[in-house]
Nanobody, 125 residues
Framework: QVQLVESGGGLVQAGGSLRLSCAAS????????MGWFRQAPGKAREFVAA????????YYADSVKGRFTISRDNAKNTVYLQMNSLKPEDTAVYFC??????????????????WGQGTQVTVSS
């Protein structure tokens, strides 16, 4: 079992920055991959970013590439999403997720077996 708790969401003006955190507990954190997804009102949940167990391999959606950075601190059991140059279209609930099987495609929602409760990010224009 893995428990995930996100934090760091809030209201920010366009062009601003936020850093989301996701604290994990349960299984050994350094043994599984992590991802961030988001869901805007009326839209499907979509992939944002992911990284493997060591953080040495990262993946980004085209819409956030160059603006967002995913990272992890295995000593703190935490994954981060640094979001810069935020746009109104980034407004969504952001979820972190754990892929513990070790073989899933990290850009695919269906690969993840544990999810946090989400944190709201609102970007005003």
């Amino acid at each position: 079992q893995v428990q995930l708790v996100e934090s760091g969401g809030g209201l920010v003006q366009a062009g601003g920055s936020l850093r989301l955190s996701c604290a994990a507990s349960g299984r050994t954190f350094s043994s599984y991959a992590m991802g961030w997804f988001r869901q805007a009102p009326g839209k499907a949940r979509e992939f944002v970013a992911a990284l493997n167990w060591s953080g040495g391999t990262t993946y980004y959606a085209d819409s956030v590439k160059g603006r967002f950075t995913i990272s992890r601190d295995n000593a703190k059991n935490t994954v981060y999403l640094q979001m810069n140059s935020l746009k109104p279209e980034d407004t969504a609930v952001y979820f972190c997720a754990a892929e513990t099987e070790g073989w899933g495609t990290l850009t695919a929602l269906r690969s993840y077996d544990y999810w946090g409760q989400g944190t709201q990010v609102t970007v005003s224009s």
